[in-house]
Nanobody
Framework: VQLQASGGGLVQTGGSLRLSCEIS????????LAWFRQALGKEREFVAA????????YYADSVKGRFTISRDNAKNTMYLQMNSLKLDDTAVYFC??????????????????WGKGTLVTVSS
């Protein structure tokens, strides 16, 4: 499985961005995909996850109500719509995938597969 994240950029506080993660390779409905982020000097942290077969979503408390994770089966692409961005959202965002039906298995440390990150910078 190969993952390619894109869509990062520079945005002012309160603004919006949409990240995309294209998935290729041997990929099945039994996967959970997720977004993680890592700010400078901090550990990588969970942002949001989605079960590919049921569309069930999970969010970190810090992004609930502001971020929306979704997927397009036909395009094999996952999205992260980020609204009301804050300075603290500045980070490199990564997409990750794991063949599991248990969201906690990917929420703790991510999946077996990782894409290269895309930088999101929120300025005041």
């Amino acid at each position: 499985v190969q993952l390619q994240a894109s869509g990062g950029g520079l945005v002012q506080t309160g603004g919006s961005l949409r990240l995309s993660c294209e998935i290729s390779g041997r990929f099945f409905n039994s996967y959970i995909l997720a977004w993680f982020r890592q700010a400078l000097g901090k550990e990588r942290e969970f942002v949001a996850a989605i079960k590919w077969n049921t569309d069930t979503t999970y969010y970190a408390d810090s992004v609930k109500g502001r971020f929306t994770i979704s997927r397009d089966n036909a395009k094999n692409t996952m999205y992260l719509q980020m609204n009301s961005l804050k300075l603290d959202d500045t980070a490199v965002y990564f997409c990750t995938a794991k063949q599991t039906l248990r969201p906690e298995a990917i929420m703790r440390t991510g999946g077996h597969y990782w894409g290269k990150g895309t930088l999101v910078t929120v300025s005041s």
